[in-house]
């Protein structure tokens, strides 16, 4: 099915037309980040709509679990090191899609999940307030650490909340 008649499919979940919208441009950034060389003409996605990550956690993209839709927000950290400290960062995203992409006819696929990313606005309550941005990229799906649960704040338009008193 082409992007085009995605976008037109009303049977079809917006998050997924997001994802498919955003999802050339997200790639292309991928590509050029981590140097990938592929066969235009010949590379493809397969696309996923559930994947177990290292930490156990399921990642979903499905519009329909148990009767509802279930895109899941996770974490990816990254370390810095120097000779004196060691700084931890975090990043908030929603995955939009989970995707095998196959560059070249026996190279092997690489994971990779189209994530829409949230903004870190300050912390209240104890937990991370987010705001969502327009900025979507592919990363690696092993660079994801963990699903996190974000929680819309209410009475507020596009905030959200890291709850880190779930578990």
Known sequence: MAVSQIKQDDNIH???K???????????????????IYNNEFGYFKIYSTVAIESTDIIR??????????????VVFSSE???KTEKTSMWYGKALLLLEFF??????????VLVRWYN?????????RLQLTDQYTCIYLDSVDMSVHIVPRNNCED???VNRYVF
């Open 14 to 16: 917006h998050l997924y």
């Open 18 to 36: 997001e994802g498919f919208d955003n999802l050339l441009n997200g790639f292309d950034e991928f590509i050029m980040e981590n140097d990938v």
């Open 61 to 74: 993209t499905t519009e329909s679990f148990y009767g509802n839709d279930w895109f899941s927000d996770i």
């Open 81 to 83: 090191k120097t000779e």
């Open 103 to 112: 560059p070249q006819d026996l190279s092997e696929p690489i994971n990779l």
């Open 120 to 128: 870190e606005i300050d912390e209240v309550y104890g937990c991370p």
């Open 159 to 161: 905030e959200y909340f």
